[in-house]
Each structure stands twice: as structure tokens, then as C-alpha cells.
């Protein structure tokens, strides 16, 4: 392969501040700014459709979300992604500073999380579904971002002339898969769901359009991005990011088309 075209790697420490022995890094910055964009989102959205929602409804309703993605998703990366080392080493679990995250896991996490919130505060599911799944891709772009500063989950080896040799990924100069997937997950799925909102659609629409959107963009990505070292290639050609999304773009795909012929037949 020629070489000679990459793009430089920006290396940025992940770290961008230290205070003594407290260490503060992009990735948890990227985190933090993605739920406080998520909340002024919603809070705006809850307030131009008159939704009966308040200012600090919403915020516990980030709180729930922050708590389903943290939790679910280190138990969703213990389960799809490192079962075998976490059963040797149960303690291991609990060290979420050396990483593991599984988005997938971070999902079923977050759905728990306000589905439980939706009953406590009787707020129709669907209505806060649709709520954090259209300011949801605005976390994801950052935290893609913050997975690029981090030099981490980088694509595989190509020739293509804006490919980068990452620090973590040997000499071999490699997709930029990170930035594709902020550039898909982040914003490409924000304007999808933006455009679907304003056609006023049914209950539920945004959140089983972003569960299909977001299957369909994770498909498309894990193509050019390396699989994680320890598992390889699960089925065939198949990554696990690939045997994780394609339900979601089938249930998607199912449910979106029920909610719309519900619509149908109640106007025949």
C-alpha cells in the first residue's frame, strides 16, 4: 500500500487538564457535553410541542439516561465483548477506568432506565423514547470524537489518501473509522430524525427510526473498521458490532412500518 498520502494523526493527549492527581480527559468531557446538549434539546422540544413536562422532569430524565448508558453499557461489553475474561476475573468488572464500553449494552440500558422513569413519572413511553432518541445521536458524535482524540477503535488498513496511522494501530496507516462514525451516527442520524420530526409523525417513529438508522450506519462502518482484537470476526464476515445492529435494523424496520399502517387504518 502507499503510504506516503496519510493524513498526520493529530495526537492529542487525552488528557486536557490535571489537577494534581485528578486527571481530566476529552472522552469524559465529550460525555458531558453531549448530555447537556441532549437536555437543552429536549427541553426545547418539550416546550414548543406544550408537552406537560418540566424543566426538572427533563434533567432527571438525563440523570436516568447518564445512569442506563454507564451501566449498561460496562455490563453489555462484560457480556458481548469479553464474557470469558470477565468470568475469571469478576472483580475486573468494576474497572471501568481501564475501559470497555459496549453501545449496544449502553441502548438496553438507557431503554430500561426511562421506561422505568416514563412509568414513575406517567409519562407516555413513547413520548420520552421519541424524546431521547432525537437528541441521542448528538452524544454519539462526540463520543466518536472522543474515541479519535483517544486513538482508539481506528479502521482497518487501506491506501485511501486520508487514512492515518493511529499510535495504538502499528505501522499500518489505517480508516479513520471513528470520524466516519461521528460524521453518520452523529450527524447524518440527527438530520434524518429532525426531518422525520417535522413531518408529525406517530408515537414511537423517531425512536425506531433511530434504532434502524443506527443499525444501518454501525453496518455500514463496521466494514472498514478493525474488529476488536480479542474476537476477530464472529460469523463469517461478520463483526460482533455487525451481529449486534442487524436486529436493530430488522426490529426497526418492523415496528416503524406497524406504527404507520396503525395510523393508516385509523383514518379508512
Known amino acids: 500500500m502507499n503510504w506516503f498520502h496519510a493524513i498526520p494523526y493529530p495526537t492529542i493527549s487525552p488528557v486536557f487538564f490535571e489537577l494534581g492527581p485528578l486527571q481530566f480527559r476529552w472522552y469524559g468531557l465529550m460525555y458531558l457535553i453531549g448530555l447537556a446538549s441532549a437536555y437543552f434539546l429536549i427541553a426545547r422540544r418539550v416546550e414548543a410541542k406544550g408537552l406537560p413536562i418540566t424543566r426538572d422532569q427533563v434533567y432527571d430524565m438525563i440523570v436516568w439516561a447518564a445512569l442506563g448508558v454507564f451501566i449498561g453499557g460496562r455490563v453489555g461489553y462484560t457480556l458481548f465483548y469479553n464474557f470469558p475474561y470477565y468470568v475469571e476475573h469478576p472483580i475486573k468488572i468494576l474497572a471501568v477506568w481501564e475501559g470497555g464500553m459496549s453501545f ?15 412509568r414513575r413519572q406517567q409519562v407516555s413511553p413513547y413520548t420520552v423514547a421519541d424524546l431521547a432518541a432525537a437528541a441521542t445521536p448528538i452524544g454519539l458524535g462526540f463520543g466518536r470524537l472522543g474515541n479519535f482524540i483517544n486513538g482508539e477503535l481506528y479502521g482497518r488498513a487501506t491506501d485511501v489518501e486520508w487514512c492515518m496511522v493511529f499510535p495504538h494501530g502499528g505501522p499500518a496507516c489505517r480508516h479513520p473509522s471513528q ?23 406517530p408515537p414511537g417513529t423517531l425512536f425506531w427510526s433511530f434504532i434502524a438508522g443506527y443499525g444501518l450506519c454501525r453496518m455500514a462502518v463496521e466494514l472498514v473498521r478493525e474488529p476488536d482484537a480479542h474476537l476477530g470476526f464472529i460469523l463469517g464476515p461478520l463483526s460482533m ?28
Open 104 to 118: 449496544h449494552g449502553g441502548l438496553l440500558g438507557v431503554i430500561v432506565a426511562l421506561f422505568w422513569f416514563s
Open 241 to 268: 458490532g455487525q451481529l449486534l445492529s442487524l436486529p436493530m435494523i430488522v426490529v426497526g424496520v418492523v415496528m416503524l412500518t406497524h406504527g404507520y399502517q396503525r395510523r393508516i387504518a385509523r383514518h379508512v
Open 179 to 201: 470520524l466516519y462514525e461521528a460524521g453518520l451516527e452523529g450527524l447524518l442520524l440527527f438530520i434524518v430524525l429532525w426531518v422525520i420530526a417535522k413531518t408529525l409523525p
